[in-house]
């Protein structure tokens, strides 16, 4: 029986520690949050974007000029700023305004300012509005900027599909139950569940051929370890040929090219590695799955092919404990608050999977109290 556990262990994680719901998707917080938006009287716009800011004589923020029935046409390689379109309004803002608008992983050209490796040949799990169009507006208004240039890849995209897709879902419990191996030789070359720097890099140093030929790596599991999602996950990346079902090993290996006997070698390895507790080559930790440890030893067996995907963007710009943003000389702009992937700093070099959300959401409550607050203390002067 497939079932979906609450508990799993990400890459970089000691300890099986993150929580997750039936539906992996951050739906589950922001439909809930829109909902009681509007049935306490808000107003949630579309289509509108952010040019710049209005302030006052002191340089607090006391407006916003944006565009209105925005025409957003998305082309990775094309500047945002080129786009002209919508009629151009003004929003006085009582109190603050908080800036949670996102990452900007899917601005090729902004990116690539930053970090030149991240070519547009590399697929993003994001939405195509992830560009730094408003991080920009931020620092033109003289924010200061934290950690740009960490991007993080997730090392559980696929190549046989767009975006973010069903690979990274069917992951978890591959790389956590599975390996990973260089389909060149069968062998594994990291540790499954380090850290997503370290295994995105790993297969990027790996993959390219001395012709030019691209060799993706193949993670498997046995149909245990397939057990640690819901069985209709596995069925979604069946049915869009992205993972791949076996009844043996050497079926497996034929047809990805992987040479049998290295892929058998692997696998026995890992699996008496599994009945000792002790992962002799990349000390990989073991935990049970459904009181037991899997062991790659109960076919069927799926498998998929990885291929690292610009995920998330550390970097942002820099703000204090009380979410209030810092200009380029130490000093707080007045009325401008900001908040999660917007922001740098909070993760480092290597965000955590699963940190990002009590980010948001920590520093989002902070943002949003400290801007009403100040709204209310304008409105008593």
């Known amino acids: 029986m497939y079932y979906r556990d609450a508990l799993g262990q990400f890459g970089g994680h000691s300890v099986p520690r993150t929580i997750w719901p039936e539906i992996n998707s951050g739906g589950k917080i922001t439909i809930p949050l829109q909902e009681y938006i509007m049935k306490s009287g808000g107003t949630i716009r579309t289509r509108v974007v952010l040019d710049d800011f209005v302030r006052d004589d002191n340089g607090k923020i006391i407006g916003a000029k944006v565009r209105e029935n925005y025409d957003f046409i998305f082309d990775p390689l094309k500047n945002e700023d080129d786009n002209k379109s919508g009629i151009v309004k003004f929003y006085k803002i009582n109190g603050g305004v908080v800036m949670a608008t996102g990452d900007f992983a899917y ?206 963007t550390m970097g942002g710009v820099k703000i204090d404990t009380e979410a209030r943003v810092i200009d380029k000389n130490g000093n707080i702009i007045e009325g401008l608050f900001s908040a999660a992937e917007a922001v740098g700093g909070p993760h480092g070099a290597s965000r955590l999977g699963s940190c990002a959300i009590p980010d948001c959401l920590v520093f989002g409550r902070i943002a949003g109290k400290n801007a009403a607050n100040l709204a209310k203390k304008e409105k008593k002067c």
């Not at 069946?238 to 009844?247: A, G, L, Q, Y």
């Not at 090993?249 to 047809?255: G, N, R």
Request: charged share 30%.
């Open 107 to 312: 601005d090729v050209n902004f990116r690539q300012t930053v970090d030149p490796k991240l070519t547009a040949d590399l697929d993003c799990t994001n939405h195509y509005g992830a560009t730094a169009y408003a991080l920009k507006t931020m620092i033109r208004n003289g924010a200061d900027t934290v950690d740009l240039k960490w991007i993080q890849l997730g090392p559980w995209g696929s190549p046989d599909e767009k975006g973010f897709g069903i690979a990274p879902v069917f992951a978890i419990p591959a790389f956590s139950y599975g390996v990973m191996v260089d389909a060149r030789t069968g062998k594994r070359f990291v540790n499954e569940l380090a850290d997503r720097k370290i295994r995105s890099d790993a297969i990027l140093k790996m993959h390219k051929n001395l012709d030019g030929s691209i060799t993706h790596p193949v993670v498997i599991c046995d149909s245990i370890g397939a057990q640690g999602t819901t069985k209709a996950n596995v069925q979604r990346g069946i049915d869009k040929k992205v993972i791949r079902v076996f009844d043996t090993l050497k079926e497996l290996a034929d047809f990805y090219k992987i040479p049998y006997e290295g892929l058998k070698k692997t696998v026995d390895d890992y699996t008496r590695y599994s009945k000792n507790g002790k992962d002799e080559e990349f000390d990989k930790p073991f935990f049970k799955f459904n009181d037991m440890i899997p062991d790659l030893t109960k076919p069927p067996f799926c498998a998929w092919q990885a291929l690292p995907k610009v995920h998330h």
